[in-house]
């Protein structure tokens, strides 16, 4: 982060702006919506500054920007075309600790102005740190265009009733967080964002009203798929219950960067499992989600890839089915899917599979347990979870019992994430290239025909041979 976002009370803070053209005149609109009691220092004025000046809103000084302008001021924007005078006005500004901005500058600045999305008392500031300005600017359009007025109706509710639920729940902020979570999807919201403020400050007295002040209510359990690794990737709703989680139990697939999309505050616990090293055994897992929500708490179980598919999903839902806890799944994209899509590795095709079967590599008890007659087919592919380590014996076996060893085969290492790697060959070769090129989990195998898809149609990058 290279920039820290904050927002700054500045109202009735003497603020200044060096210049008094079409550039100065959108910094000040801004500084004044922001109540600022404000100097212009410029010769001139553009008509707008000018109108702001005659309304008394803006006081203007006539004349160049001077040494010593800048004294007891809280906040400066410098927007002339003067390089000099506007090095000169960094410099007084940085030695008297003031916030200064010099307009285009990135290098001069102490403070960006971000592209603004306003629906007060809620706003919305988008920044690029400088490099990207016009990027900026058309986020802030699209999320302009998603995000309706009424949703400032709805904060400002929230403020005029925020003391009377403190009242109400006293310490108790995770029962205020969920009674908040509630109330702002429900039909106070609803009314506000159709423009009813009356009745939607109606409907938020009511369900205060209905609330439960002393009665901890049983927790949840939410078992999202992750995905294979790239944030985008993920449902709208595994983003919705990120954001509501008191805790958070992670697996070894989940990615930082969906890690980061989390709720803040919300407690992080890691119980991953690689080979021969389980953070916590599975046992263990399923008994801290009943405990965790138990204690009234929401647990967001987030799991990479899809918590059904080799995910131990349902031995955990099991566990919360015995004990009477509520939950949710919520699936992913299974590696498979991303992993041969980012790949340009179909699946199925018409000229080269009609089926595809998931199977993992790990081993139980010594063995790997696969039905190798059945795995034979040459229109079939093979997706291999969790095979890396057993890939020599799993190829050795699916030859020996009649599988071509020609058949194209490719392992591909952290799929869909920039990091993404294909190594592709066949069912002979692949074991001496995953240790050539020093493959590393998280990653997947396909075997089949289809893999000869894969120079043609991959979009990430060229093949590893």
């Known amino acids: 982060m290279e920039y820290f976002p904050v927002f700054i009370d500045l109202k009735n803070q003497p603020c200044l702006v060096v210049g008094g053209g079409e550039v100065a005149q959108r910094k000040v609109g801004l500084l004044l919506a922001a109540g600022a009691k404000l100097t212009i220092v410029a010769p001139q004025l553009t008509d707008g500054l000018q109108e702001q000046v005659h309304n008394h809103r803006a006081t203007h000084i006539a004349r160049d920007w001077q040494a010593g ?35 285009d500058h990135p290098e001069l600045c102490r403070f960006i102005v971000p592209s603004i999305v306003d629906r007060s008392p ?38 005029q009733f925020r003391d009377q639920v403190k009242a109400r729940f006293g310490d108790r902020e995770r029962e205020r967080r ?15 964002l159709a423009g009813d403020e009356r009745g939607a400050a109606e ?3 009511a369900e205060l009203e209905q609330a439960q002040a002393n009665q901890l209510q049983q927790g949840a359990v939410y078992l999202v798929g992750a995905g294979p690794g790239n944030p985008d990737l993920l449902t709208f709703r595994a983003l919705r219950l990120m954001q509501k989680a008191d805790v958070v139990l992670y697996d070894n697939l989940v990615s930082p960067a969906i890690l980061n999309l989390v709720r803040r505050d919300a407690k992080r616990r890691y119980v991953g499992k690689k080979a021969s090293d389980h953070a916590l055994p ?67 095709h018409r000229d080269y599979a009609q089926s595809v079967t998931f199977v ?10 696969l039905d190798w007659a059945r795995l034979t087919s040459p229109t079939e592919t093979l997706v291999i979870y969790m ?31 920039p990091e993404q790697k294909t190594v592709a060959g066949t069912l002979a070769t692949l074991p001496a290239l995953i240790e050539q090129h020093h493959v590393k989990p998280p990653a997947l195998i396909i075997i089949g025909n289809v893999v000869k898809l894969h120079e043609k149609l991959d979009w990430h990058g060229v093949p590893v041979k």
């Open 69 to 103: 302008d800048t004294a007891g001021m809280r906040l400066v924007i410098a927007a002339t075309d003067n390089s000099q005078v506007n090095t000169a006005i960094h410099a007084e500004c940085e030695a008297a600790g003031i916030l200064v901005n010099v307009v």
């Open 122 to 159: 809620l706003m919305i500031a988008i920044s690029s740190g400088g490099q990207a300005p016009v990027l900026a600017r058309h986020l802030r359009a699209r999320i302009e265009a998603w995000l309706p007025h009424g949703y400032g109706v709805l904060a400002r509710l929230a403020g």
């Open 178 to 192: 969920r009674f908040w979570e509630n109330a702002l999807e429900g039909a106070a919201a609803e009314k506000a």
């Open 203 to 205: 409907a938020l007295a």
């Open 282 to 348: 599975q046992e263990e897992i399923n008994k801290l989600l009943v405990k965790l929500a138990q204690e009234g708490k929401t647990v967001l179980r987030l799991k990479g890839g899809d918590p059904f598919i080799f995910g131990r999903g349902g031995e955990e839902i099991d566990e919360l089915a015995q004990n009477g806890i509520p939950f949710e799944v919520v699936p992913g994209i299974t590696s498979a899917a991303g992993a041969s899509c980012y790949a340009g590795i179909p699946l199925t």
């Open 360 to 369: 993992t590599g790990h081993r139980q008890a010594g063995e790997t347990e």
């Open 387 to 417: 095979g890396i380590k057993e890939a020599p014996r799993i190829c050795e076996r699916l030859i020996a019992y009649g599988r071509a060893a020609d058949t194209p085969a490719a392992i591909i290492e952290k799929a869909t994430t």
